[in-house]
């Protein structure tokens, strides 16, 4: 059991760190393509036009009914109104962009972890320092540092990440599409999907 104490000590030990490899981490990321990064930004913006559809004035349906008109529908299941719709809406905010052969549509956080695994582009590591349209799964029972085991809860796109805090775009955060803010290295971060933003550019 994790004492009050012990979750401090925590708590500023991967604070530490996050600072850390931001300061030194931005040195490493290097240059990058205007086509990714152009290619990056759209997704992010796509992902901005849906901020405010929420559960509470229905608004969210028609993410629904954008994902179910995907064919053919992963693994044939049509999902219903009253469903988790986070993956769902990356979903179909990749597969709206010019990135759609890229991402993988899923309405499960952890079947869409599966498929990055299998395709080499999953980063199994908190401390990553993700960049632009690069998505970030989380595992909600997950605390002690190091641990990146847990089932996956919830996923986002990230919009930029400013300083040691990483700003993500989501569906389905509080019923609503909106923002969060998370530090580099939370022991809740799950991990990371890396579509490949860089052979998309080169093959554009």
């Known amino acids: 059991m994790i004492t009050s104490k ?21 040195h490493l990321t290097g240059w990058m393509h205007p086509d990714e990064k152009a290619l990056r930004e759209e997704v992010v913006t796509i ?9 509470a004035d229905g ?20 999902m219903q109104y009253e469903d988790s719709w986070c993956a769902a809406f990356v979903t179909v905010v990749g597969t709206g962009s010019s990135m759609a052969d890229w991402f993988y549509p899923e309405c499960s956080c952890q079947e869409m ?20 349209g690069d998505l970030i799964f989380y595992a909600w029972d997950e605390w002690p540092l190091g641990e990146c ?4 809860d919830h996923v986002g796109i990230v919009v930029d990440v400013y300083g040691p805090i990483i700003k993500v775009i989501e569906g389905n955060k509080d019923d609503a599409v909106a923002c969060r803010y998370i530090p580099i ?20």
């Open 113 to 132: 972890i599966y498929l990055f695994q299998n395709s080499g582009e999953w980063v199994e590591n908190d401390w990553y320092i993700p960049q632009t």
């Open 149 to 152: 085991t847990g089932w996956a």
């Open 6 to 26: 012990k979750r401090k000590i925590l708590l500023l030990t991967f604070f530490i760190i996050a600072a850390i490899i931001v300061v030194f981490g931005k």
């Open 47 to 55: 992902a901005e036009q849906y901020l405010g559809c929420s559960e």
């Open 185 to 204: 290295g939370h022991p809740q971060i799950r991990g990371y999907g890396l579509p490949d933003y860089h052979k998309a550019a080169a093959c554009s």
């Open 59 to 78: 608004s969210h349906e028609s993410i629904i009914d954008a994902y179910n008109r995907i064919s053919p529908i992963p693994r044939g299941y049509k």
